[in-house]
């Protein structure tokens, strides 16, 4: 089998840089009022995100299939799907743990938090829509329609706490406007360096997991041959 030297050289990048985000965030200054609880910020913040880059990228791979009706595309949109799910829930665990000292509880029905817990929904029902449908070429078609319209949600969860103003703090980044930074600058290149890392680490995964997906699709594709012969021997 020929090496995949793009995968393997990714991910020594990406877990170097894993390993240097560990390592700024470990030795970043205690925060005055949050003390070292301030340091959940270098992993809540990247995994919020991640979640981003991959729904975005679900909607971006799934219009790319649309257009060019290329199965790659679609394994990458069903990838990304699962990473966005997947760092959904650690930025929302992360979330939970960091709300309890703070705000005195893990959850409160805010609307940054309310529309975080929807994409559950939104992405669980597209991955769950993608497994119901047993046709490929539909099941891409459908998934790409509900991935895109999914990517929705990115922008309505950003400016949740500008819209409805509730206990959750303003955007630790501020992109509309004049561009602000809403941590303390000493924190601002540790931050910076994990988000990086993060992003790597969403390239990894997805490359990673578009791999074991055509080859799933390839063995599918066998399994259906292989029954298809004798039956054909059969009429014969």
Do not use: C
């Not at 390592?23 to 205690?30: H, K, M, R, T, V």
């Not at 992405?123 to 769950?128: K, S, T």
């Amino acid at each position: 089998m020929k090496r995949d030297v793009t995968t393997t050289v990714l991910g020594a990048a990406t877990l170097l840089s894993l390993v240097v985000a560990l390592g700024l965030g470990l030795s970043a200054p205690l925060d005055v009022n949050q003390g070292s609880l301030v340091r959940l910020m270098f992993v809540h913040v990247p995994a919020a995100w991640l979640s981003y880059l991959a729904y975005i990228g679900t909607g971006v791979f799934g219009l790319l299939y649309l257009i060019q009706r290329r199965r790659h595309w679609d394994r990458l949109a069903m990838a990304s799907g699962e990473i966005g799910l997947l760092f959904t829930v650690a930025t929302i665990v992360g979330g939970m743990l960091w709300a309890k000292p703070t705000w005195g509880t893990y959850w409160v029905w805010d609307a940054r938090l309310t529309t975080t817990a929807l994409s559950l929904v939104v992405y669980g029902g597209y991955l769950l829509i993608r497994s119901l449908i047993d046709d490929p070429e539909r099941r891409a078609r459908v998934s790409a329609v509900v991935g895109i319209v999914g990517t929705l949600y990115v922008p309505v969860n950003y400016m949740a706490v500008e819209w409805w103003r509730g206990v959750h703090q303003t955007q630790t980044l501020k992109l509309l406007g004049k561009v602000q930074f809403g941590a303390a600058p000493v924190y601002g290149w540790v931050l910076l360096i994990a988000t990086l890392a993060f992003t790597l680490l969403y390239f990894y995964l997805l490359r990673v997991r578009a791999i074991l997906a055509a080859r799933e699709e390839a063995r599918e594709e066998r399994d259906l041959t292989g029954a298809a012969a004798p039956a054909e021997v059969a009429r014969g």
